[in-house]
């Protein structure tokens, strides 16, 4: 294979794995802090309720709103709970992929400095068997919204300005913002605002 080839499979290999080690880690901390975030938000809707001014509303659907709001938080804080049991293993998967995708940006600088064919060979069979490894320790099931924070997360957070240069990823493939997830969440924000003005 010719150097240009193997660089830009090195990239769309990183891409791939460090977009999904941080993927791994975002849905480790929504397992991890957003339960003790509802259990909060629950409190502090509860105490609202016992106060004057909740008291003084003279509308019951607005009382009967704030009193579903509290039960859908904290059913979807206890969903949250159940599914969460097993957060460490994102946790540990998403250190495993980080690993590679640094590998990955070490064979990609090796290349540069060494263009001999036996290096050419061995980079392109050992980035064969990282593929093979990082699918055998990804987990399919992801928390919602990670897709979406990931890519904002990615690109600012990690080094990956290279893999951006070599496979010449413009503001649109680094933030999509029309994604499925998005859209969804644009919508739920619209039709809770909504709700809330009709009282």
């Known amino acids: 294979m010719e150097k240009r ?92 992929l980080l690993d590679y995708f640094n590998e990955l940006r070490d064979m990609y600088n090796l290349i540069d400095n060494d263009v001999s064919d036996e290096i050419l060979q061995s980079t392109e069979q050992r980035r064969k068997e990282i593929v093979i490894e990082a699918k055998h320790i990804s987990i399919s099931n992801q928390a919602i919204l990670t897709h979406w924070l990931t890519n904002i997360s990615f690109f600012k957070s990690m080094q990956s300005q290279w893999i951006v240069k070599e496979l010449d990823l413009k503001f649109k493939d680094k933030y999509p913002f029309l994604h499925f997830e998005t859209i969804i969440f644009i919508l739920i924000f619209i039709l809770v605002v909504k709700f809330l003005l009709c009282f």
Not at 24 to 48: A, E, K, Q
């Open 5 to 96: 080839t193997i660089k830009k499979s090195i990239a769309q290999t990183a891409y791939n794995i460090g977009f999904g080690g941080k993927k791994h880690f975002l849905t480790y901390d929504i397992y991890r802090v957003f339960p003790r975030l509802i259990s909060i938000l629950t409190t502090i809707i509860g105490v609202f309720q016992l106060s004057i001014w909740y008291e003084s509303i003279n509308n019951d659907k607005g009382k009967d709103f704030f009193s579903i709001s509290i039960i859908a938080i904290g059913i979807i804080g206890l969903v949250l709970d159940l599914i969460s049991d097993n957060k460490e293993k994102y946790n540990l998967a998403g250190r495993e």
